[in-house]
């Protein structure tokens, strides 16, 4: 059971728009900033979004972050196939003074 | 070209210890903070521990199923972190990653990840 709440999957039609969910709490969400990962098959993690809104240097535009209260989202824009990945929000928690992940929602372009 | 490689992975029993590696290059090695992460077949990502830089002292945050049994160390000279796992735990098998930690506006987040190295606790 994950500190952080991500749906399972989502799943949108290519050239669509899809958001992800992260849900915290107080001790994590709620007071830090919030990086999302990309994870696409066989393939190690990558950041797309960092401190909550921002996107590396690479990062097409398509990927944007927010953030309000205790929770995050991602954002994805004109969907590609190319982004069918598994997707996971990361923070620190205060309380357990440990850095937490969602437990990941893969991504389906249809 | 910025790169990190994680090595030492393996088949070890349970109650061993297995000491993994993480060489870097590309990058001022002792500028950045260290973590790994790992990945049970099939799951999702767990976040073991990190290593902060010299400049915020090098102190180490565990998470709580590993504190105790892991520990994490850094060689600045040689661009190598290091993640010492001692009495393993089937439940320790895992794919583990090393990664760059790099301060943003608040907070530490994971930009550079090296390909992992697989590590199999079983009798």
């Known amino acids: 059971q994950s500190v952080l709440t991500q749906p399972p999957s989502v799943s949108a039609a290519p050239g669509q728009k899809v958001t992800i969910s992260c849900s915290g709490s107080?001790?994590?969400?709620?007071?830090?900033?919030v990086s999302w990962y990309q994870q696409l098959p066989g393939a190690a993690p990558k950041v797309v979004i960092y401190?909550?809104?921002k996107r590396p240097s690479g990062i097409p535009d398509r990927f944007s972050g927010s953030k309000s209260g205790t929770s995050a989202t991602l954002g994805i824009t004109g969907l590609q196939t190319g982004d069918e990945a598994d997707y996971y929000c990361g923070t620190w928690d205060n309380s357990l003074r440990a850095w937490v992940f969602g437990g990941g929602t893969k991504l389906t372009v249809l | 070209e910025v790169q990190l490689v994680e090595s030492g992975g393996g088949l070890v029993q349970p109650g061993r210890s297995l000491r993994l590696s993480c060489t870097s290059s590309?990058?001022?090695?002792?500028?950045?903070?260290v973590s790994w992460v790992r990945q049970a077949p099939g799951k999702g990502l767990e976040w073991v521990g990190f290593i902060r830089s010299k400049a915020f002292d090098g102190t180490t945050e565990y998470v709580a199923s590993v504190k105790g049994r892991f520990i994490i160390s850094r060689d600045d000279s040689k661009s190598i972190a290091y993640l010492q796992m001692n009495s393993l735990k089937t439940e320790d098998t895992a794919l583990y990653y090393c990664t760059r930690a790099t301060l943003g506006s608040g907070n530490y987040y994971m930009d550079v990840w090296g390909r992992g190295t697989t590590v199999t606790v079983s009798s």
């Open positions: 107080t001790s994590n969400i709620g007071n830090n900033y």
């Open positions: 590309g990058f001022i090695f002792g500028d950045y903070a």
């Open positions: 401190d909550s809104d």
